[in-house]
């Protein structure tokens, strides 16, 4: 089975501004160049004075740009080849004075020229003083920017480099490539569909200090929205408390618990095309949550009423492409086709849970599609190629519905 990586063979042109974040783009560029990217950085000249040409291609093993008319290099000649060879630009940090150049179009450093010269989809991650951000030229600019299709990322809340704080830091790296990833496959596969991915255990209150939950970690239905994400698709993600971060590009619907979580899916699937119930729903919640926190008593026992939740999936529209997950600890293939049945479910997915290494927690899994036309073992593997597969099988099914 082929390996999918959002960033693998990709040509990646990193064009870097004079802010003191610059030091953060040699993190997006070694953390490019390890997910399998070939990233061509630009320096513009002020850039030069915060970071070096050799910590880039130490990090890159690639020429770097550092002039326009530099008839002594190769590279000289380079940025017309490398604005039809890149697959995306990234400004990152932009400065105010970049954002300028790149709003009206001058062309004097090899960032501003390049962005001239390509037909790639832009990223800009603005970073500068809040005051300067917020000032209207800038915002113009960055409007324009906007307008002209570009994404501008960020920037950021928080201690800025002048000790002040406000709106004005670059963007986390991981943020960065969160939007970067999206970018690129905007003309992917799933590009036009909307998803529903639910994800994590939910709690459902005790008292207002304890929940009832499970062990799911939330991993994989993170990893269905970041594929589908990077495929091209819209994707809206309805999740339980996890300890995952959110993800850049993703319509982030927070619910914690199962009724919370029935609410937000079945409004979320009013637009979709394919609903994949990736939480572990709780099927059983206290019947009366105590309002107030609930003290030990002398008897050594304590019992909680509980009542069943609704059913999510078997109250979400047959027209979507409706996908669940079985996990279990026996008998999978049987169980895994009676909730296909039962629930009227176009595929699901079922995991051993007893199987070290794989599902709760984990970074992969190892899992039985089962399907009305039969069952497929795939290997096992991360999360992120698990998840591929799941949306090839969903992106089949949507195809034949036409
Ligand atoms: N699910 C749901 N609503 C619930 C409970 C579960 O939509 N209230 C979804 C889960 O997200 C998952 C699938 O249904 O996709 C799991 O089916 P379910 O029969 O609930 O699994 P288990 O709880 O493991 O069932 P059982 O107790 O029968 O093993």
Redesign the pocket.
């Known amino acids: 089975m082929s390996t999918h990586q959002p960033f693998g063979a990709k040509r990646i042109a990193l064009g870097v501004s004079g802010s003191i974040a610059a030091y953060k783009a040699l993190e997006l560029a070694s953390t490019l160049t390890k997910a399998g990217a070939l990233v061509d950085v630009l320096l513009s000249p002020s850039a030069q004075r915060f970071v070096t040409p050799l910590a880039f291609r130490s990090l890159t093993h690639r020429p770097v740009l550092t002039g326009v008319f530099d008839p002594d290099t190769p590279e000289a000649i380079e940025h017309v080849a490398l604005a039809q060879a890149a697959e995306a630009l990234v400004v990152a940090p932009a400065t105010a004075h970049m954002l300028a150049k790149l709003a009206h179009g001058l062309a004097d450093d090899p960032v501003s020229l390049l962005a001239l010269a390509t037909a790639a989809p832009v990223l800009v991650a603005p970073a500068m003083d809040a005051h300067m951000w917020e000032h209207p030229a800038v915002q113009a600019n960055a409007r324009t920017l906007t307008e002209r299709g570009a994404l501008v990322v960020g920037p950021a809340e928080g201690r800025l480099a002048s000790g002040l704080t406000g709106r004005g830091r670059l963007e986390e790296p991981a943020v960065i490539l969160g939007h970067l990833a999206g970018l690129l496959g905007r003309n992917g596969d799933m590009a036009g569909l909307t998803v529903v991915v ?1 994800a994590g255990g939910t709690a459902e209150p005790v008292d207002p200090v304890r929940v009832l939950t499970n062990r799911s970690s939330g991993k994989m239905g993170y990893a269905l929205a970041e594929v589908a994400r990077d495929r091209g698709a819209r994707v809206v993600l309805v999740s339980a408390p996890t300890a995952l971060p959110a993800l850049a590009g993703v319509e982030l619907v927070p619910a914690a618990t ?1 009724a919370a ?2 609410d937000a ?1 079945l409004a979320a699937c009013k637009d979709a095309d394919a609903l994949v ?7 059983y919640r206290p019947t009366d949550p105590a309002g107030q926190k609930v003290k030990k008593e002398r008897s050594s026992s304590l019992s909680l009423a509980l009542e069943r ?6 109250a ?1 529209p047959r027209s979507l492409v409706r ?6 600890s026996e008998d999978l293939a049987a ?1 895994a086709r009676s ?1 296909l049945v ?2 009227a479910l176009d595929l ?1 997915v079922a995991n051993d849970i007893t199987e070290a290494g794989s599902g709760f927690g984990a970074d992969e899994n190892h899992v039985l599609l089962v399907g009305p036309q039969g069952d497929e073992q795939l290997d096992r593997m991360p999360k992120y190629q698990v998840a591929w597969a799941i949306w090839d099988r969903v992106a089949a099914l949507l195809a034949k519905r036409g």
């Not at 119930?277 to 099927?283: E, Y």
């Open positions: 639910s199962a979580m029935r899916v119930m990736a939480a572990a729903v709780a099927d939740t609704e059913d999510i999936l078997a979400t996908v669940g997950f079985a996990a279990e169980h909730k039962s629930k699901v």
